[in-house]
């Protein structure tokens, strides 16, 4: 979601930081009152984290943790690196990085909620990590120099970053050519609506900012990376001590990976590896529920649609549907036999609106 569509939401972007801030910082002062995610070890846990890696880490750290994913899990952080961790919370993220990074290696980590950094700072000092700093800032605008990480890691946060395009740069920035992308998040397997969309408290819920899997491609391949990839989800609130609507939106925690692109060659070849098609962030677009969107316009499927379309699907899981909209009278005969011999499932057809389910 770029700057302008935080914008036409009406949003008024310092009131949802502040709102995002006091959610975390409940989650800094009060880690056991429960939330509508699950916190702490037990989240760490449920998350794959080893005991070795939570060996040394104050429990003032680990106490808060709200993650949803598990940026560990994705590929190996070796000793001697250089790590962002962004909206690093208590620390628990940084401060794992600092042991695998060791004494040759640098970690920083950048929040924008004062108890949050305090808990961190305070847990670096208490088990004496030399290797580690917390700066605050935001997401949008790191307060770390350009190529400076070898990997940029951020668990749980880009989600609740309205611009998310600004916040992936950003990242892309601080990373040296080759960098690499850590991240654990969320996703939704339907689209959130305006509706939603302008309500803060969805956003302090996870849910607002959440974005289909093929949207989410898409923003990090727009931002200067390469060879994205999901590598692990899994419903992650389901449990928590409040309830939440993430269900409503099929909200799945996730990890994901890709890397900045060494040359421009080689980001123009993911760009253009890009189906060409809008992807539906709203129900402004999609009037049947789809997981993504693709406007034919007025072209027939002799005329090149069907290309896009096929990369659209091959972007989502089996079951998943995608909604296409063609005004050309032809569509309404060719789609469904192209259906047939792809092996999708046309599910619906209403109007000029053609709902497709992935085989």
């Known amino acids: ?14 009131a949802l930081r502040v709102a995002i801030q006091e959610e975390y910082g409940a989650v800094a002062l009060n880690p056991q009152q429960g939330f509508h995610f699950h916190t702490g070890r037990p989240l760490a846990q449920m998350l794959g984290y080893r005991d070795p890696w939570l060996e040394g880490i104050p429990e003032t750290s680990i106490e808060s943790f709200a993650g949803t994913g598990n940026p560990f899990s994705i590929d190996e952080i070796g000793a001697g690196e250089q790590v962002v961790d962004v909206a690093c919370g208590a620390g628990i993220d940084s401060l794992i990085a600092a042991k695998m990074v060791g004494p040759n290696g640098r970690v920083i980590g950048v929040d924008m909620t004062p108890a ?8 670096a000092a208490e088990a004496q990590f030399t290797n580690v700093e917390f700066r605050e800032g935001y997401a949008e605008s790191l307060p770390v120099p350009d190529g400076w990480a070898d990997v940029v890691i951020s668990n749980g946060a880009l989600n609740l970053m309205p611009d998310k ?26 689209a959130v609506p305006t509706s939603a969309k302008q309500k803060i408290e969805l956003w302090t819920g996870c849910i607002a900012g959440a974005v289909l899997e093929t949207e989410l491609y898409a923003t990090v391949i727009k931002a200067g990376f ?26 799945l925690g996730i990890n994901f990976r890709a890397r900045k692109a060494v040359h421009p060659a080689e980001w123009d070849a993911a760009l253009e590896a890009l189906p060409s098609a809008e992807l ?70 209403e109007g000029d609106h053609y709902l497709i389910r992935r085989k």
Not at 1 to 14: F, H, I, P, R
Request: aromatic share 4%; hydrophobic share 40%.
């Open 280 to 349: 539906a962030e709203a129900d402004s677009v999609s009037i049947l529920g789809a997981d993504a969107f693709y406007d034919a316009g007025d072209k027939g499927c002799a005329d090149g649609p069907l290309d896009e379309i096929a990369a659209l699907l091959h972007r989502l899981e089996p079951g998943q549907t995608l909604e296409v909209r063609a005004i050309e009278p032809s569509v309404a005969t060719d789609l469904p036999a192209w259906c047939r011999l792809a092996k999708h499932e046309l599910v619906t057809h």
């Open 226 to 251: 390469v060879g994205f990839e999901i590598t692990w989800r899994d419903p992650v609130f389901d449990g928590a001590p409040q309830q939440s609507s993430a269900a409503n939106f099929g909200t």
């Open 116 to 123: 949050m950094l305090e808990k961190a700072r305070r847990s």
């Open 165 to 190: 395009t600004a916040a992936l740069k950003e990242m892309a920035r601080v990373l040296k050519p080759g960098g690499r992308l850590q991240i654990g998040d969320l996703i939704v397997q339907k």
């Open 1 to 14: 979601m770029s700057e302008n569509t935080v914008q036409e939401l009406g949003l008024n972007l310092d």
